[in-house]
């Protein structure tokens, strides 16, 4: 099997996705670094990431991609299949978060983060599968948060869709291993990206006057959230370790922050109770890892 992967990356205009793409080009890889609007709001960002490329020869390439829109991820992932014949990793990273409490998100706020964090995994995933099966291997990958398994007030929506990316990652896993498909989820803390000055703030404020002592919570939590935002290149450090991991060793979740606020308690709490619950609903042996031949004719 070949060692260099070819990976695919949601949200690579700034931020972690930029930076998974830098890193693992730079140690050889081939990069689809996918954005929304390359020739126009994104431009300077698609521009930079090509001259980096070709200032350091890297296999590193921008495309089109919104992960709201079925065509546009279809499209991305028919165009890096024909220039590259395979896509081993797809990166679930695009993503923002909306910050007010929970009542004054409205219904079209609601279904718009649900529409990228959630739904975006959804389409890429579906999209990539056929081709991963055809080559009997792949690693979806899914930039989650510490959010999607522990609760922040003021950050309801985010956190909702980020358990919900958790939810099908992990049945994803479950659902795939027999087919020698990986997939695994990384919940990192605070880091200092774009994210918190491109969080949404919740639109209809009328509905939280009565809140009183509650209102003060999202400014409370937006000071202490990026006051300790540590370095992003720790996440895409991670990300290539996870990568380059071989084969049926990789763990379903990975913390990457600074400070664990029982993040790691309650990954090993569920990882115990979903292998009873397998073994109950005796289904161990169909959700259990087996490594494919890629030369193997089944
Ligand atoms: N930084 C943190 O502290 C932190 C912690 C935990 C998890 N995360 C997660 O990490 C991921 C990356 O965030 P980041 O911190 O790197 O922030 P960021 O710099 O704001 O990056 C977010 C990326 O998502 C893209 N995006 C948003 N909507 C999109 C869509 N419809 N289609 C395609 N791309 C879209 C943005 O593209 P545009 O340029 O087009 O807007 C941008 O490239 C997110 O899923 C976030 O939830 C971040």
Redesign the pocket.
Known sequence: MESKQVVFI????????RLFAETLSRQGHTVFAT???PQG??AK?AADLLALASRESLSLFTLE????SDASVELAVRSAIAQSGRIDVAIN?????IIGLAEAVTIEQARQIMD??FM?CVRVNRAVLPHMRRHKRGLLMH?????GRVVIPAFSL?TAS?FAMEALAETYRYELASQGIESVVVE????Q???FG?LVAAADQSRTDTYRLANHIPAKMSDLLSNT?GD?QEVADAVLRIVETPVGQKKLRYRVSQADLGVDEINATCERVQARLLDMFRLTAETSFVQRDAASAD
Not at 10 to 17: A, D, K, L, Q, V
Not at 93 to 97: F, H, S, T
Not at 143 to 147: D, K, L, M
């Open positions: 949601t949200g690579s205009s700034t931020g972690f996705g954005m929304r609007d709001k994104n960002n991609c919104d992960v709201t990273n695009a993503g923002y978060g990228t964090n975006g930039i989650s948060s510490g959010a985010y980020k990192p803390g605070a880091y990206t774009p994210v491109n935002a992003p």
